[in-house]
Each structure stands twice: as structure tokens, then as C-alpha cells.
């Protein structure tokens, strides 16, 4: 870096400095200035961009030719591999590459000392999101694994708080504080939270849990959506806030998850979220010798008794959520062969509870069962992060699963999410799980 930098800097030139030390992989002059006077150094901003350090450490390796992926693909969905004066040239290649390695370091220094792997720029794009528009993949699966790090985390302290809270007749409250103390240092010194996953160093704020794009509602939750008036047409379920529960586009998928999670006749199939019927339709011509169906939505379960399912042969119609329903299943000894999750409204939460704590206690140990993964399913490398979250959790319960990639069409040209308030996918391949006990 030609600036010398000394101690004392004046801390109106700070952002700038930090930005610019960033930008050139200056990692000693970097270090230097995550140490200094400027409240959350790592995570600073540039006015005009919105770029933060992350943001500008990844920037400086794009190619100096790049073809430009349009303002509504910024979240990464079909971000195109760099090509440099419209060919693949090697010196270019091996230019941007050790500029990537150089990037790296800075990268790590960053995330280090607390940077926030999900962050927007002006643009709504994650440091990320930017690495893999610029086809820079080392970098790229540096912040995938930061997200993954920065979930877990949150997962993990959302475990605890559920502990403490369940401590009171313990009368353990002193050492619940002592516990919780050494977790997270302090609010006014969070730079030293400590990951799960590797002990690097994050504050509070770098934990991030993932976010739906910029202009997406927040507060859609379980509680709210059971309340709420639907609007039911033919190719889509809408809620009284115009957020789409369920769309005929889905289609493709439910027939490919059907088919490979109930691959022959007879089977004993439970399905949990009816939505529009599209999966219980299509497990209906597959001649289960049981299947039933828990569906918690009053609007829902009217449409259902309109549309004949409670006087289907072999169907079971279970009226609640399934947290009530489920343990009822397997205090009945219910097993199943096939097991579909699609709720609407609820986190990644309410699915790893239901592996974790159910899925043994109603799925046969040669079962299969899948779930409608639209995880983090508005940018690529949110919903690449919850990937590599969802198999580990799985594995952890004792799962393998294997993905299926399958294209989606352009649901933005095609015109889908005209008139929606909550756009819910934006990518163009999805990744079907089929999950089974580990043999």
C-alpha cells in the first residue's frame, strides 16, 4: 500500500482508510486499523456503494473484462463465469487467480475480527454474491462456510436459550448467567464471540442469521399465516398479505420428490402441508396402502373437504399442526415408508426439530423422506449455505441424504410473482434431498 498509515489516524478518514486497506489485501496496514478508534472497523460502509471491507476485498479481483450480470440477477442466480476479452485466456486466468489467493488472507482477516458475511451493498448484493458473479470460487466457498459458521452459531445459542429458559425450577439462574457470560462477552465489547465450527473470532453482529432480499416481508410467521385469509385459485395459494403459500410451478418438483421417495405402489405415505394438493395428488396415483395427511390451515382444510379428500379410500385427514399431531402418530405406533415436510411460515428451526426429535419414531428404517428445500431460496449463496447446514444437522441425526439437481425455469420473465407481495424463489436450479438412516 503507497499510503503510510501511522497511529493516531484522524477518525473521519477511517471508513476510507479501512475500505482502501481492504481493497489492496494489505493485510499488515489492515490489522492495524481493525485494532483502532472506529467502532465495528470490519464492518464499516461506504456511503455511495454500501460496499463494506468484504465487499471491497472481493471487488478488487473482478477481471478487467467481465460480462455483467443484469441488476435482477444480483442475487447470484445465473451468475456467468468471467470470460476476459471474450475468450478464456490463460495469463488473465493466472492473473486473477493469484489476485484471488491474495484476497484470501484479507478475507479471513475480516471474518475474523467480525465481519458480516451477509451483508448488502447499495446494489442488495452479499460479498458473496459478488464472488460469484465474478467467478472467483475460492472466495465464494470462503463466505459459503462463514454463513454456515455464522448458522450454526445461531443455532446453537437459540439451543441455549431454550435450556435457560426451561432452568427456572432448577433455580439455576446465577449459573445460567455465568454460562451465557462466557459465550458472549458483554454487549459493549462483542468482538469476541467465538464460533462452533472453527474458534474464530466474530462479534455478535457477524452471526447474521440469512434474510430474505431487500422490499421481502419479514414477519411472516407461523401464527399469523394460520390466521390469515387465503385466496385460492388454479395456479396458486395467496395469502391476505399477497405472499404466494403455493404455486403450480412447484409442480415439477413434487412429482420428481414424489417419485423418489415413493418409487412403487403400496406404500404407507404421511404428507405434512396439503397447501394446493399437488404432492397428494400425485401420491394418490401411486395406490398407497395408507396416507395420511396433516394440514393445521382452516381455509386449507375446507378446500380439502370441498375436494373430496376426507372420503378418499385409505386417506387420513389429521387437522392441527404437526407438533401436535406427530407424537400422536407414534404413541398410535404409526410407521411410514414415505414422509414429506412442507410447511409454510415456519424457520429452519421447526425442521430440525422435526428430524431430530420425530422422524425415528415414524419413519421405517427403509424409509424415505424429503422436504420442500426452499431454504434461503431468494440469493445462491444463502440458500448454498443452508445446504451445507441441513446435511450436517442431518448427519448429526443420523441421516445421509443425497441431492438431486433440477432446473427451474425463469419465474421472473414468465411472470409468476406479478402481483405477489413475497417472491419466495429466485434461483434457477433446485436441489431435492432424499434422505434416508444411515445403513
Same mark, same amino acid.
Given at each position: 500500500?503507497?499510503?503510510?498509515?501511522?497511529?493516531?489516524? =484522524?477518525?473521519?478518514?477511517?471508513?476510507?482508510?479501512?475500505?482502501?486497506?481492504?481493497?489492496?489485501?494489505?493485510?499488515?496496514?489492515?490489522?492495524?486499523?481493525?485494532?483502532?478508534?472506529?467502532?465495528?472497523?470490519?464492518?464499516?460502509?461506504?456511503?455511495?456503494?454500501?460496499?463494506?471491507?468484504?465487499?471491497?476485498?472481493?471487488?478488487?479481483?473482478?477481471?478487467?473484462?467481465?460480462?455483467?450480470?443484469?441488476?435482477?440477477?444480483?442475487?447470484?442466480?445465473?451468475?456467468?463465469?468471467?470470460?476476459?476479452?471474450?475468450?478464456?485466456?490463460?495469463?488473465?486466468?493466472?492473473?486473477?487467480?493469484?489476485?484471488?489467493?491474495?484476497?484470501?488472507?484479507?478475507?479471513?482477516?475480516?471474518?475474523?475480527?467480525?465481519?458480516?458475511?451477509?451483508?448488502?451493498?447499495?446494489?442488495?448484493?452479499?460479498?458473496?454474491?459478488?464472488?460469484?458473479?465474478?467467478?472467483?470460487?475460492?472466495?465464494?466457498?470462503?463466505?459459503?462456510?462463514?454463513?454456515?459458521?455464522?448458522?450454526?452459531?445461531?443455532?446453537?445459542?437459540?439451543?441455549?436459550?431454550?435450556?435457560?429458559?426451561?432452568?427456572?425450577?432448577?433455580?439455576?439462574?446465577? +449459573?445460567?448467567?455465568?454460562? +451465557?457470560?462466557?459465550?458472549?462477552?458483554?454487549?459493549?465489547?462483542?468482538?469476541?464471540?467465538?464460533?462452533?465450527?472453527?474458534?474464530?473470532?466474530?462479534?455478535?453482529?457477524?452471526?447474521?442469521?440469512?434474510?430474505?432480499?431487500?422490499?421481502?416481508?419479514? =414477519?411472516?410467521?407461523?401464527?399469523?399465516?394460520?390466521?390469515?385469509?387465503?385466496?385460492?385459485?388454479?395456479?396458486?395459494?395467496?395469502?391476505?398479505?399477497?405472499?404466494?403459500?403455493?404455486?403450480?410451478?412447484?409442480?415439477?418438483?413434487?412429482?420428481?420428490?414424489? =417419485?423418489?421417495?415413493?418409487?412403487?405402489?403400496?406404500?404407507?405415505?404421511?404428507?405434512?402441508?396439503?397447501?394446493?394438493?399437488?404432492?397428494?395428488?400425485?401420491?394418490?396415483?401411486?395406490?398407497?396402502?395408507?396416507?395420511?395427511?396433516?394440514?393445521?390451515?382452516?381455509?386449507?382444510?375446507?378446500?380439502?373437504?370441498?375436494?373430496?379428500?376426507?372420503?378418499?379410500?385409505?386417506?387420513?385427514?389429521?387437522?392441527?399442526?404437526?407438533?401436535?399431531?406427530?407424537?400422536?402418530?407414534?404413541?398410535?405406533?404409526?410407521?411410514?415408508?414415505?414422509?414429506?415436510?412442507?410447511?409454510?411460515?415456519?424457520?429452519?428451526?421447526?425442521?430440525?426439530?422435526?428430524?431430530?426429535?420425530?422422524?425415528?419414531?415414524?419413519?421405517?428404517?427403509?424409509?424415505?423422506?424429503?422436504?420442500?428445500?426452499?431454504?434461503?431460496?431468494?440469493?445462491?449463496?444463502?440458500? =448454498?449455505?443452508?445446504?451445507?447446514?441441513?446435511?450436517?444437522?442431518?448427519?448429526?441425526?443420523?441421516?445421509?441424504?443425497?441431492?438431486?439437481?433440477?432446473?427451474?425455469?425463469?419465474?421472473?420473465?414468465?411472470?409468476?410473482?406479478?402481483?405477489?407481495?413475497?417472491?419466495?424463489?429466485?434461483?434457477?436450479?433446485?436441489?431435492?434431498?432424499?434422505?434416508?438412516?444411515?445403513?
Amino acid at each position: 500500500m503507497d499510503t503510510e498509515l501511522v497511529e493516531g489516524i =484522524d477518525p473521519e478518514i477511517d471508513t476510507h482508510s479501512i475500505l482502501l486497506a481492504a481493497s489492496q489485501h494489505d493485510a499488515a496496514v489492515l490489522r492495524k486499523l481493525l485494532r483502532g478508534p472506529t467502532s465495528n472497523p470490519a464492518n464499516v460502509k461506504d456511503p455511495d456503494t454500501g460496499y463494506s471491507p468484504l465487499h471491497s476485498a472481493i471487488a478488487s479481483c473482478e477481471p478487467a473484462t467481465s460480462e455483467n450480470v443484469p441488476d435482477e440477477q444480483a442475487n447470484g442466480a445465473t451468475a456467468s463465469v468471467p470470460v476476459v476479452n471474450g475468450e478464456k485466456h490463460s495469463d488473465a486466468a493466472t492473473e486473477q487467480g493469484s489476485e484471488e489467493q491474495e484476497a484470501v488472507e484479507t478475507v479471513r482477516l475480516l471474518l475474523q475480527n467480525g465481519a458480516i458475511w451477509n451483508d448488502l451493498n447499495s446494489n442488495g448484493e452479499t460479498p458473496g454474491c459478488l464472488a460469484r458473479r465474478f467467478g472467483l470460487k475460492i472466495l465464494y466457498e470462503i463466505m459459503v462456510d462463514a454463513g454456515v459458521r455464522a448458522e450454526i452459531l445461531l443455532n446453537r445459542l437459540d439451543e441455549y436459550e431454550r435450556l435457560e429458559d426451561g432452568d427456572d425450577e432448577d433455580n439455576d439462574e446465577e +449459573e445460567s448467567k455465568e454460562t +451465557e457470560a462466557t459465550m458472549i462477552e458483554g454487549e459493549d465489547n462483542p468482538a469476541t464471540t467465538a464460533t462452533a465450527a472453527t474458534g474464530e473470532l466474530q462479534t455478535e453482529e457477524s452471526a447474521t442469521a440469512i434474510q430474505p432480499a431487500q422490499g421481502l416481508a419479514l =414477519d411472516v410467521n407461523s401464527e399469523d399465516y394460520l390466521h390469515s385469509a387465503l385466496t385460492f385459485t388454479n395456479d396458486k395459494i395467496v395469502d391476505e398479505d399477497q405472499n404466494g403459500v403455493m404455486m403450480s410451478w412447484e409442480t415439477q418438483i413434487m412429482q420428481k420428490t414424489a =417419485d423418489a421417495i415413493a418409487p412403487k405402489q403400496g406404500l404407507k405415505i404421511l404428507n405434512i402441508g396439503h397447501g394446493m394438493g399437488i404432492i397428494d395428488k400425485i401420491f394418490q396415483s401411486k395406490a398407497p396402502s395408507a396416507h395420511h395427511i396433516i394440514e393445521a390451515h382452516p381455509e386449507v382444510l375446507r378446500s380439502m373437504k370441498e375436494n373430496g379428500w376426507y372420503g378418499k379410500e385409505e386417506v387420513t385427514v389429521h387437522e392441527g399442526k404437526w407438533q401436535d399431531i406427530v407424537p400422536k402418530l407414534i404413541e398410535d405406533g404409526k410407521l411410514f415408508d414415505a414422509i414429506y415436510f412442507d410447511t409454510f411460515a415456519e424457520d429452519y428451526s421447526a425442521l430440525r426439530k422435526f428430524f431430530d426429535e420425530y422422524m425415528i419414531g415414524i419413519l421405517e428404517d427403509d424409509g424415505k423422506w424429503s422436504f420442500f428445500n426452499g431454504l434461503g431460496a431468494d440469493r445462491q449463496i444463502c440458500y =448454498d449455505v443452508y445446504i451445507k447446514v441441513a446435511e450436517m444437522d442431518l448427519l448429526d441425526a443420523g441421516f445421509d441424504v443425497d441431492w438431486t439437481a433440477l432446473p427451474v425455469p425463469n419465474l421472473q420473465e414468465s411472470g409468476t410473482w406479478n402481483d405477489l407481495h413475497r417472491p419466495y424463489w429466485s434461483l434457477d436450479t433446485y436441489r431435492l434431498p432424499v434422505i434416508t438412516f444411515m445403513a
